[in-house]
């Protein structure tokens, strides 16, 4: 059975008028039990995660600023959202559930979390909506607890994976592989161990022929043995933040090859959803809630 970390916390309260989606979180929720994909056996609500493993990727000052709320001010816009306690428990808790999510894909596969993705996160500081970074911390515990010898992230959010990148890039046992726009957020790129940069506008074969080239050639000669996945939406060509113009089908069908993969080599994969910044939620949550049909009709 697909198992899928939610928490009712994952939808935080924000001002009225704020520009992130937060309502997506709760409204997959509700649309994978309408459509019959889950039921509410297919969610485990996590705990906040343990310091030690947080602070196995983030610097002690940083952690104690976001715990005490005492982040400075400039850093917080950056981050774009109020700090408030609730919004601190919500990071603990998205990243727990994408480290529980390993020990489950580990046994079945497959794991997902209906939040996380938080790319963005640096060791030292957070922006773009990401406080801690959920894949970091979950990559470094499979390491520390020798769970893992060789992980491949694999993040085609339109956006680059840039706090993720500096993040591991001292640490061979991490393969960093971002696809993102060339001319969006971040302006200025840090260096994964494999980045592939879109032109404004790229449409569905170009993106898609790209992926398959890569993936398979990276997982072959890289030899992991997990796999994280940051499935953001937002290489929709209604997303008003991506640039890309990638059609819903298509966004559906780069699930479905990376989900391939991870089957015919025979590697568990955490799922992190990344962004998703259409002005119709509907689409946001439709796009969503395909990769969790894909996960469930393709692994069980």
Same mark, same amino acid.
């Given at each position: 059975?697909?198992?899928?970390?939610?928490?009712?916390?994952? +939808?935080?309260?924000?001002?009225?008028?704020?520009?992130?989606?937060?309502?997506?979180?709760?409204?997959?929720?509700?649309?994978?039990?309408?459509?019959?994909?889950?039921? =509410?056996?297919?969610?485990?609500?996590?705990?906040? %995660?343990?310091?030690?493993?947080? @602070?196995?990727?983030?610097?002690?000052?940083?952690?104690?600023? @976001? $715990?005490?709320?005492?982040?400075?001010?400039? &850093?917080?816009?950056?981050?774009?959202?109020?700090?408030?306690?609730?919004?601190?428990?919500?990071?603990?808790?998205?990243?727990?559930?994408?480290?529980?999510?390993?020990?489950?894909?580990?046994?079945?596969?497959?794991?997902?979390?209906?939040?996380?993705?938080?790319?963005?996160?640096?060791? *030292?500081?957070?922006?773009?909506?990401? &406080?801690? #970074? !959920?894949?970091?911390?979950?990559?470094?515990?499979? @390491?520390?607890?020798?769970?893992?010898? $060789?992980?491949?992230?694999?993040?085609?959010?339109?956006?680059?994976?840039?706090?993720?990148?500096?993040?591991?890039?001292?640490?061979? +046992?991490?393969?960093?592989?971002?696809?993102?726009?060339?001319?969006?957020?971040?302006?200025?790129?840090?260096?994964?161990?494999?980045?592939?940069?879109?032109?404004?506008?790229?449409? *569905?074969?170009?993106?898609?022929?790209?992926?398959?080239?890569?993936?398979?050639?990276?997982?072959?000669? =890289?030899?992991? *043995?997990?796999?994280?996945? %940051?499935?953001?939406?937002?290489?929709?060509?209604?997303? +008003?933040?991506?640039?890309?113009?990638?059609?819903? =089908?298509?966004?559906?069908?780069?699930?479905?090859? %990376?989900?391939?993969?991870?089957?015919?080599?025979?590697?568990?994969?955490?799922?992190?959803?990344?962004?998703?910044?259409?002005?119709?939620?509907?689409?946001?949550? =439709?796009?969503?809630? #395909?990769?969790?049909?894909?996960?469930? !009709?393709?692994?069980?």
């Amino acid at each position: 059975m697909l198992q899928i970390a939610f928490s009712p916390v994952y +939808r935080l309260k924000l001002p009225e008028g704020h520009r992130f989606p937060m309502l997506k979180y709760e409204l997959i929720h509700e649309q994978l039990l309408y459509e019959g994909t889950c039921s =509410e056996a297919n969610f485990f609500a996590p705990e906040p %995660v343990d310091d030690r493993w947080v @602070l196995g990727v983030h610097t002690p000052e940083y952690v104690q600023a @976001l $715990k005490t709320g005492t982040v400075d001010p400039k &850093m917080m816009r950056r981050i774009g959202f109020p700090l408030t306690p609730e919004l601190i428990e919500r990071e603990w808790i998205i990243t727990q559930g994408t480290l529980k999510g390993t020990q489950i894909a580990r046994t079945d596969g497959v794991s997902m979390n209906i939040a996380g993705g938080t790319h963005h996160a640096y060791p *030292d500081r957070g922006e773009g909506f990401c &406080m801690l #970074n !959920d894949v970091g911390v979950a990559a470094h515990y499979l @390491l520390a607890t020798g769970q893992s010898r $060789k992980i491949l992230v694999i993040d085609l959010d339109v956006h680059q994976g840039n706090g993720t990148a500096v993040m591991f890039q001292h640490e061979p +046992r991490v393969f960093t592989f971002s696809m993102h726009g060339k001319d969006n957020y971040p302006l200025k790129k840090e260096q994964s161990d494999l980045d592939i940069e879109f032109a404004t506008g790229t449409d *569905d074969e170009h993106y898609l022929n790209t992926l398959y080239d890569t993936l398979p050639v990276l997982i072959q000669r =890289e030899q992991p *043995d997990f796999l994280f996945y %940051v499935s953001g939406v937002d290489i929709l060509a209604s997303d +008003r933040l991506g640039k890309l113009s990638v059609s819903r =089908e298509g966004c559906k069908e780069r699930d479905q090859f %990376v989900f391939e993969q991870a089957i015919k080599n025979n590697l568990p994969i955490v799922v992190s959803m990344g962004g998703g910044y259409s002005p119709r939620l509907t689409d946001i949550v =439709e796009a969503h809630c #395909n990769t969790f049909q894909l996960a469930a !009709d393709l692994f069980f």
